[in-house]
Structures are given as C-alpha cells and as structure tokens.
C-alpha cells in the first residue's frame, strides 16, 4: 500500500468568513452548484475529509496535491520501469455504502418502460411533487407569507419526504422535539390535506350535508371514521354532492391546519439548517502541502517478511534444487534452462510465494513484495517467469540490482550489435527482424536450440528452414554467441 499524506489530510483546516466572499456549495444528490456566503468560519477535522466527505467539505487543493504526487511519483517509486499507468485501486475515503456509489440515499427511483406500461393512465391522481424547481426554503418562505395552496403543500411535502431519507437519527430526534411530531408525520398530515377522498369527507361533514350525521367539524379523527365506515361498506345516508366552493372550502381548511407546524420559525430554520448541511462545501482556496509519501510501513514490514522467507528458502534448497544450484554458480545462469526455471517455481507454489508455473504473470506478485520491500533495488516490472531468476540473485548477493531479465538482454543484445558493426558485419532488414525475435525469445525462454525455431512466432515466418536461408553456415554461430551472451 502506497500512502500519500497532506497537511489537509491530516489535520483539516478553517475557511474563514470574509464580506463578499462566496464559497461554493453542492448539493450531494444532483451535484449541482451554488455560490453563497459562509455564515461563520467553517473548521473541518481531517475526521470529516476521510470519512464523511460527502456530507461535509471537499478540499480541491488537498485532491490537486494527491493527484500531483501521485503523478510524479508513479513511473519513479511506484512502478519504476512503466510507461503506462497500470490498473490501480485509490482510496480516497473509507465508507461502505448499500446504495450506488455516487449517492447516499435512495431518494428517488427510475422506471424503465421497455413496453408502454407507463403510457396507459392507471389512475387520476396528481403528482406529488407539483412545483419541482421549488426549494425546501423557497416553499418555506412562502408558508410563513401565509400562503396556503395546494402546490405549495405538495411541494413542501415533496421536500419533506426527500430529507427524512437523508436524515441523521440525530436529527430526526431534533425535529421531532421542535415540531412535536416526527418528519414523516409532517408528511402524512401535508399529502391528507390535498387528498381527494378526504377533502370530499370534510366537505360534507363541515357543512353538514350529510343529515344523519351530526358532525360540526372535519377533525382528523372524524374523517378517519367516516371513511373507514365506507371501506367496511356502510351505506351512508343519502347528502348533498358538495359543491366545488365546498370542497375548495374543506381542502383550505386541511390545508391551514397542516401548515401550523411551520409557522414557528425554530422549525422552519432547524429543516433549513439540517438541509444546508447535506450540501458539500468545496474548498478552493485553502493551500495544501505534502507531509509524506511511500509504502505503507506495515506492508513494507509484512513484504520483507516474505523475502526473508524466500532468502530462507533459496539457501536451505541450493543444493537441492537444479536451478538454484546454477544460479549460486558464477557467470549466473550458466547452463540455465527454462524448464529448471519452471521447475523452482513448482517449488514455490506455496504460501507466501504462491508461484504458479502454469501461470507465468503469478511471478508479479513476489516481484511487488521485493519492491515494497527494498523499493530503490527493484528496477521495471517482472515480465516473465524467467525473471525469478533476478529475485534469486538478490537473495544471493544483496548488492544486485533486482531488474527483468528483458531489460539485462535488451544492454546485452545492443553491445552485441555494436560489436558486429565495429567488425565490419550487416545485417539485413530480415534478419534484424529474426535476431529480433531470438533475443525476445531468450528474456523469456532463456538459451535457443534449433528445436525452438518449429515454435512460434518462428514457424509462422518459416521455421528453421527460412532462418537457415537467412544465415547460411553462420547460423551456428550466431545462436552460441547470443547464447553465450544474452542467455549465460
């Protein structure tokens, strides 16, 4: 594990208030933007920026450095040798989430209509949400005009029901002791007073139409009874159909009685405040610095675990084991073949090496550990099985470099060239393209033997027989120089 640690990241920091300074702010679920003022100066703990990032503050300063030092220290300390950037896992926050990644509440679903379902009407009901572009302040602020109307209402419930999934338990405790009631009995109470059912319910029992009935009020209570008799199929006496003023009449009525609640201004600045606090302030002024960067020293210390265990292992085998006891030989390599190579990774198939010779990319893994382990001796990446060997010759002589055979072959195979030319020997465009090819072969394969020319990528360009042509009489030579040379 690579750690990138800032001054921000580490101890928050303060964006202070200054007149006409103005921050902004995004709201967590449609991340859209809006400039405003800070009513104080905002301190936020490095507690908020690794944990609840999302409801809290953004610091983009902080984000520009850890992509910076990332950058700069990709192809230098944590992948010396690549030129592309690998596939890499970042850990910008810790939080485990039951929801899309990019949200923190189910706050609204979509339905997909593959058939037409959706165009044929189920029902004549209006939509809850009749003013959509309306805020939870805006509607606020027209309820302590006085206003009551049924777009108004709908609107706030909307807004209402969106908040009480957003919700802390904390701050659902706080609405409830200022309101008296919880934010979904809030809710319940909005959306009954623009119902049709009910609003009909009131209406006859507010204007007693109905002769049989009593009833001089249209209390919660009393239209709950009313419509309950009606679902238990009792016939209620014959009324009057109240007229369309009376029932506008009823559904005011409701109306006012549900808005109450949010005449008290400690209500309507509590749902402000506890809304303002879902948005993400983002801070863009606030300098960050970098107060350390590498591996992570408990998987520095959990890595040279593995390659202790590894030299362990070479030492106790060397006699044992054909490849090891080549490569303890000087020039190393001598007389190496690959499926001795093949063979020491069967060896190490086990934990913590877990080399699986059926899988050559299986020797990235230890590769990594020397890496994180000794991370100034590892050079490149590991590129094939064969580059075992160089893990090997680390555990054998420390002093050595750790780097893929490949790149060995690749200084080897350009002296080689230069020391044709100097001799007065050139070669052909083809057979640049073959040596090419052998050279390749060998950082993976390690020596060459004619045999390996009836093998791809050989036989598809002609096998021994084109290469021969090629090089007549001197193929012989050529394949125990670069041997001896590249493969030795």
């Not at 265990?309 to 044992?320: A, G, I, P, Q």
């Not at 020797?363 to 893990?391: F, H, Y």
Request: negative net charge; contains cysteine.
């Amino acid at each position: 594990m690579y750690r990138i640690a800032t001054q921000i990241t580490q101890n928050g920091a303060t964006l202070e208030t200054k007149p006409g300074f103005f921050v902004p702010h995004r709201d967590r679920r449609t991340l859209k933007k809006r400039l405003a003022e800070l009513e104080d100066d905002l301190t936020y703990t490095a507690n908020q920026l690794n944990v609840d990032v999302d409801v809290d503050v953004v610091s983009m300063p902080q984000l520009r450095l850890i992509i910076q030092t990332f950058r700069d220290r990709l192809f230098t300390d944590i992948f010396p040798g690549r030129s592309e950037v690998p596939k890499t896992l970042v850990f910008a926050k810790i939080d485990l989430q039951a929801v899309t990644p990019d949200t923190q509440h189910k706050t609204r679903f979509v339905i997909v209509d593959a058939v037409g379902v959706c165009e044929r009407d189920k029902t004549q009901s209006k939509p809850l949400d009749r003013k959509p572009s309306v805020s939870l302040e805006q509607a606020l602020s027209l309820v302590k005009q006085g206003v009551v109307h049924a777009d108004v209402v709908s609107t706030l419930a909307a807004r209402l029901a969106r908040l009480a999934r957003e919700v802390s338990a904390e701050q659902a405790v706080q609405i409830k002791a200022t309101a008296g009631v919880s934010i979904e009995g809030l809710t319940a109470s909005l959306l009954e007073s623009i119902d049709t059912d009910r609003n009909l319910a009131r209406a006859i029992m507010l204007f007693q139409l109905d002769g049989s009935q009593n009833i001089s009020d249209a209390s919660k209570a009393s239209v709950d009874t009313y419509l309950q008799s009606l679902k238990e199929g009792v016939e209620p006496p014959s009324s009057t159909e109240p007229t369309e003023a009376q029932r506008d009449a009823a559904e005011e009525h409701a109306m006012a009685e549900a808005l109450k609640p949010f005449h008290d201004p400690k209500l309507r600045e509590l749902l402000i405040q506890i809304k303002g606090s879902l948005e993400q302030v983002i801070d863009e002024v606030t300098e960050d610095t970098l107060l350390q960067d590498g591996f992570d020293e408990a998987a520095r210390a959990k890595a040279q675990k593995v390659m202790g265990e590894f030299r362990e292992f070479c030492e106790t085998h060397k006699d044992e084991i054909e490849a090891l006891q080549l490569l303890y030989l000087k020039p190393h390599r001598a007389g190496l073949r690959y499926a001795q190579v093949k063979e020491l990774a069967k060896q190490l198939n086990r934990a913590p090496f877990h080399l699986d010779p059926a899988k050559p990319q299986s020797i990235e893994r230890l590769w990594e550990c020397q890496r994180a382990a000794e991370p100034t001796q590892v050079k490149g990446d590991a590129k094939s099985l064969v580059d075992l060997n160089a893990l090997v010759r680390h555990a054998l002589h420390p002093q050595e470099p750790v780097q893929p055979l490949l790149e060995e072959i690749n200084a080897r195979y350009r002296e080689w060239l230069g020391q044709q030319a100097g001799r007065g020997i050139v070669f052909t465009p083809e057979q640049r393209e073959w040596l090419d090819m052998i050279k390749n072969h060998m950082a993976t394969s390690l020596p060459i033997s004619r045999d390996d020319f009836e093998d791809m990528p050989f036989a598809g360009r002609g096998g021994l027989g084109r290469v021969y042509q090629l090089f007549g009489e001197q193929l012989e030579t050529v394949l125990d120089e670069l041997n001896e040379r590249l493969a030795a």
